[in-house]
């Protein structure tokens, strides 16, 4: 089966579209700079209800999910997508300021592909998402 693409913008943007998940404006800011300055096209959202909304939405390819989020938690929300066979495809860092290993290993049978704790550096953040998503793309400046 070959696959035709008529715009050559269209799969290199649905690529880069990350999911920005948490409660705390200021890590939404945070992220939501440093990745746009990398190239991705970033949205985000408030509570595990209001992710669940935007991903039905937009089907992004990477998900930077906080754990404990009123409406929904992040474990819920995770465990959700990756049950559902249309989006389990999309990965799931989970963010948590709670560094247990219990907690990880939580996370990571909700299905998540990463589980980095708070505070976590930027650039640590950034080169996860590169590592996962792939970096074929030229840094803006």
Do not use: W
Not at 53 to 77: A, C, F, H, W
Not at 98 to 109: I, P
Not at 115 to 141: C, Q, R, Y
């Amino acid at each position: 089966m070959e696959k035709v693409i008529m715009n050559n913008e269209a799969p290199a943007t649905q690529d880069r579209k990350i999911l920005v998940v948490d409660d705390e404006p200021h890590v939404i800011r945070s992220l939501t700079f440093v990745l746009e300055k990398e190239g991705y096209n970033v949205s985000s959202a408030t509570n595990g209800k209001e992710a669940m909304t935007k991903i039905q939405e937009s089907k992004p390819r990477l998900m930077l999910l906080d754990v404990m989020m009123p409406k929904k938690n992040g474990y819920e929300v995770c465990q959700e997508v990756k049950n559902n066979s249309s989006l389990s495809d999309i990965h799931i860092i989970m963010l948590t300021a709670k560094g247990q290993e219990a907690d990880r290993e939580k996370g990571m049978s909700a299905g998540a592909d990463e589980f980095m704790t708070k505070p976590f550096s930027l650039k640590a953040v950034v080169d996860k998402v590169k590592e996962i998503l792939g970096d074929g793309h030229e840094t803006k400046n």
